[in-house]
């Protein structure tokens, strides 16, 4: 061991004694207050009582990401005018980082740190404020202590005149409204909080009150009692499938209906979900609002409490890298899909429909041959979160290929066990054993399954996760008694290129791998302008191209980089659709119980 090995043995021992002092003493919390002076232009005032522990300067820090989606978003950048003062004194605010600030004490027991925060991104994981309401994420909204020693965080909403209330999952801190207490920091990064005038119902399951809180709803736009009976059966539902009893104290869905953007963030007793508008005016939209909010309910259990070991303790200020994102996603949306249908909220139908989706979604990427599920998972970071026009040359989606993962992997563990287990019992082993503060390892999750399955999946995981070959269908299709429906071939002719239409421009966006547009050397971004010397508007490139027939030889002119070009091109056939999923008409009677025991469980 060497010296400075030494010292810092003995740094780290001091360290650890002061975090489990800080705890058994009960530390001091940080008490936030936010206010809303002017919301109409987009921003929130923080003031934080900061306690100094008595330390000449101490350091805050803000997140760089925000837990559940896997990307550095520099909430740091709509941080603006820090300031501090302490026993009555204005001190000094130094920025030794991108997202740290140092606060010089000048002894004062307690500092009070005061900032504002630029909010008008409307997603999932970032702020948004409006004169309407606002949707405030912990990451992006409250710095603390850099050593993140636990201590309660405190937040008082003060309230603009025209907003009735706030809703968040943290618990009250009592004294009156709009007064949260989180226990430590993880929890407040963990707790969405929505304020302004939302339409609450609520419903109880198993002694737990739970709320459906929605922003944008009125005029009879989105039927709130309706969906918060369908969130009841949800709940129900993933109660059956895990058992035991709901792990939280109170569970809030918080809606926004918005006219850009949608997704759902998962936490450990809320979920923010984001939707168009008008997605509960057709069977269609309602369906897909179902899904989300099955899919983030789903993660209370698996990602919240059952996680992947490199996810947690967070690291807020640089990536948590993880091969298991397609369990925590993938997973998770194969059962998002599955307990729809087992509470019978779809039908058999339109789960298989769901699943063909993916099937087909992943089987028309030729990425798929060159990222495999886990690397796929480890390069969320720098991939799934910042597409380009090569995404689908290079890479999957572990949504994607994880939900196909998950229907293989089931039937695979009924096949080996005679029907006798799942992956139902995989999630539910897994949950019971590494539920908790560690978490699993990959391999961990693979020996779980394995005993399950009482027998080895080394094959089937060096293949169809670690691997890029092709996925073999052929045991879940006789699993259930299912085939694909091949479609007829259309006869169409084909280039394979994806287009847009760019204010009249026809403009092509992506060239992927393996079609005949890529064979014949097109590029992102060129501008189709003819075809054989004639024009094709943006609109009618389908219909030019009827007029052709697969094997035609074309000539294709082009403006690239504003130079004129022609390309030469041999049109290909349309591939007919290849992956949807149906009932084969021979299905047996075992198979028929097969299916009926996958699907109702
Ligand atoms: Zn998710």
Redesign the pocket.
Same mark, same amino acid.
């Given at each position: 061991m060497t010296a400075r090995m030494t010292r810092l043995a003995v740094a780290l021992v001091l360290v650890l004694a002061h975090a489990a002092l800080a705890a058994a003493q009960g530390a001091a919390p940080i008490r936030y207050t936010l206010s809303f002076p002017a919301p109409q232009t987009h921003y929130v005032e923080v003031s934080a009582q900061v306690p100094t522990g008595g330390q000449t300067a101490i350091e805050l820090m803000m997140p760089v990401w925000t837990p !559940?989606s896997y990307l550095v978003r520099e909430f740091e950048r709509h941080v603006e005018e820090v300031t501090a003062s302490g026993n009555g004194r204005m001190l000094a605010v130094m920025k030794p980082a991108k997202n740290r600030w140092r606060v010089t004490t000048g002894g004062a027991p307690t500092v009070t740190v005061t900032y504002r925060v630029y909010a008008r991104e409307m997603t999932v994981r970032t702020n948004w404020i409006d004169a309407e309401f606002a949707s405030l994420n912990g990451a992006p909204t409250f710095m603390t202590l850099a050593d993140l020693a636990p201590r309660p965080h405190e937040v008082i909403i003060n309230l603009p005149a025209a907003w009735d209330t706030s809703i968040t999952g943290l618990p009250d801190l009592g004294g009156g409204t709009n007064r949260y207490v989180a226990a430590n920091y993880d929890i407040l990064v963990d707790s969405p909080i929505l304020i302004g005038n939302p339409q609450v119902n609520e419903f109880t399951v198993d002694g737990k009150r739970h709320y459906l809180a929605t922003i944008g709803g009125d005029d009879g736009i989105f039927d709130n009692a309706a969906r918060a009976a369908d969130a009841e059966k949800i709940v129900r539902e993933n109660l059956r499938f895990w058992g035991g009893s709901l792990p939280y104290d109170k569970y809030v869905f918080l809606n926004v209906l918005s006219d850009t953007g949608s997704g !759902?963030l +998962?936490h450990l007793n809320s979920t923010l979900l984001i939707v168009n508008r008008w997605i509960d005016r057709t069977a269609a939209g309602r369906r897909s609002w179902l899904e989300l909010a099955s899919? +983030?309910f789903f993660?209370v259990w698996n990602?919240k409490r059952l996680r992947p070991a490199e996810l947690g303790p967070f690291k807020y200020e640089q990536e948590n890298y993880t091969p298991s994102l397609w369990i925590? +996603?993938g997973v998770? +949306?194969y059962y998002s899909h599955l307990l729809l249908k087992r509470a019978g909220i779809t039908t058999e139908a339109e789960f298989l429909n769901a699943l063909s989706s993916e099937i087909e979604l992943l089987q028309n990427t030729p990425g798929r041959e060159v990222q495999s599920a886990s690397l796929a998972s480890m390069d969320a970071w720098i991939k799934y979160y910042r597409p380009d026009e090569n995404s689908a040359n290079v890479s999957v989606s572990y949504?994607t290929k994880g939900m196909v993962l998950g229907f293989l992997l089931d039937a695979r563990i009924r096949e080996t066990t005679d029907n006798a287990r799942s992956l139902d019992d995989v999630m539910k082993q897994a949950y019971a054993r590494y539920s908790g503060e560690r978490g699993y390892t990959h391999e961990e999750f693979q020996q779980v399954a394995e005993q399950v399955a009482g027998t080895s999946l080394e094959a089937f995981w060096n293949s169809a996760i670690e691997g890029t070959e092709d996925l073999d269908y052929s045991e879940a299709l006789e699993m259930f008694g299912l085939r694909f429906r091949r479609g007829l071939p259309s006869g169409r002719a084909w280039t394979g290129l994806i287009t847009r239409n760019d204010n009249g421009r026809l403009l092509v966006s992506q060239v992927r791998r393996g079609t005949p547009g890529y064979e014949a050397g097109f590029n992102a971004d060129d501008e189709i302008l003819a075809i054989d010397d004639f024009r094709v508007r943006a609109d009618q490139l389908a219909n030019r191209l009827n007029s052709y027939g697969s094997g035609d030889r074309v000539t294709v002119l082009i403006a690239r980089r504003e130079q004129l070009r022609r390309i030469e091109l041999t049109l290909g056939s349309e591939p007919p659709s290849e992956w949807r999923l149906e009932v084969a008409p021979a299905s047996t009677e075992t198979q028929n119980r097969a299916r009926q025991e996958w699907l109702q469980a």
């Open positions: !559940g !759902g +998962e899919h +983030e993660h990602v925590a +996603e998770t +949306e949504y």
